[in-house]
């Protein structure tokens, strides 16, 4: 069974650092792409940071560059997030999602994505 499970979210004050996690089952991630997208309340998802299980390219939306980290580790098929310096604009449920290739990293969707996981709540404090 195909599973996606996005943890590490919680609250913490402008300034601070979470680390995600995203837990592929099912399927390895260094045949996929891996997406971190987010969705604050009345707002429409945007796409965050992915990364690429083939050649390890990354992607950062501009909002994070300098401030969030994707990572990948194959052995246990998770794709991290690093975020740091975390402001209240970055309040939102995170979600992890997948899609199979090597696609243009800036043109995936999350509709598009193969696999999505549930979403993670991340909170930031001013």
């Known amino acids: 069974e195909v599973q996606l499970q996005a943890s590490g979210g919680g609250l913490v004050q402008a300034g601070g650092s979470l680390r995600l996690s995203c837990a592929a089952s099912g399927f390895s991630i260094g045949d996929y792409a891996i997406g971190w997208f987010r969705q604050a309340p009345g707002k429409e998802r945007e796409g965050v940071s992915h990364?690429?299980?083939?050649?390890?390219?990354?992607y950062y939306a501009d909002s994070v560059r300098d401030r969030f980290t994707i990572s990948s580790d194959n052995a246990k098929n998770t794709v991290y997030l690093q975020m740091n310096n975390l402001k209240p604009e970055d309040t939102a449920v995170y979600y992890c999602a997948a899609i199979r290739g090597s696609p243009y990293l800036p043109m995936i969707y999350y509709d598009g994505m193969d696999y999505r996981g549930k979403g993670t709540q991340v909170t930031v404090s001013s």
């Open positions: 990364i690429r299980g083939g050649d390890g390219a990354t």
